[in-house]
């Protein structure tokens, strides 16, 4: 399994694929082998997610303590320009982000605790699975404005229009909220 630190502790992760005349076989998750590389995290809950169309933006989201999640992302279909801010405000690169274009190819990308993370399908029919180490709380779910101009996220949009839940439309700017937000 190789992997790579892309941004802050984020950290790509491509499992090995074995082909022969029949198709491929790759083992996606092995927990022995991403504690061999320092993820620790115990995994409880796999979401999946679904994007008829492209230009379909998912975030940014994060859950505060007690309840905050660390992610392990994978598009099973299609792909995504995946973007997450760091807002660990012990870290080098504090209210920075990342971003990358991922799909099936791509392998896993872990997000820990302490980032905002969304993404962006870049095609019909996306499909995103991610595993998480903590439950959902409704009380403790935040977020910022995807298009933030503190953060100044360079999105992949063809238009000013990307399809956004209600939800996600009305999700407050960086500035409105920094001040309670601990990590």
């Known amino acids: 399994m190789?992997?790579?630190?892309?941004?802050?502790?984020?950290?790509?992760?491509?499992?090995?694929?074995?082909?022969?005349?029949?198709?491929?076989?790759?083992?996606?998750?092995?927990?022995?082998e991403f504690q061999k590389i320092g993820i620790n995290d115990e995994f409880l809950q796999d979401n999946l997610s679904f994007s008829l169309e492209a230009m379909t933006i998912r975030g940014m989201h994060f859950q505060e303590e007690p309840f905050a999640q660390s992610k392990l992302i994978k598009v099973n279909k299609g792909s995504v320009f995946d973007v997450f801010i760091d807002l660990r405000k012990e870290s080098k690169n504090y209210e920075e982000y990342g971003s990358l274009t991922l799909t099936p190819a791509d392998g896993w990308i872990y997000v820990p605790k302490g980032f905002a993370h969304g993404f962006c399908t870049l095609e019909n029919s996306t499909e995103v699975l991610y595993k998480v180490d903590n439950h959902y709380n409704e009380g403790s779910e935040n977020g910022v404005l995807w298009n933030d101009p503190f953060f100044m996220i360079d999105w992949p949009i063809e238009s000013f229009n990307?399809?956004?839940?209600?939800?996600?439309?009305?999700?407050?700017?960086?500035?409105?909220?920094?001040?309670?937000?601990?990590?």
């Open 2 to 32: 190789k992997h790579e630190i892309i941004f802050s502790d984020v950290i790509n992760i491509k499992p090995e694929t074995f082909t022969d005349s029949r198709g491929d076989f790759t083992e996606i998750f092995n927990k022995s």
């Open 162 to 183: 990307p399809i956004l839940s209600e939800k996600d439309k009305k999700l407050p700017k960086w500035k409105e909220i920094k001040s309670i937000v601990k990590f």
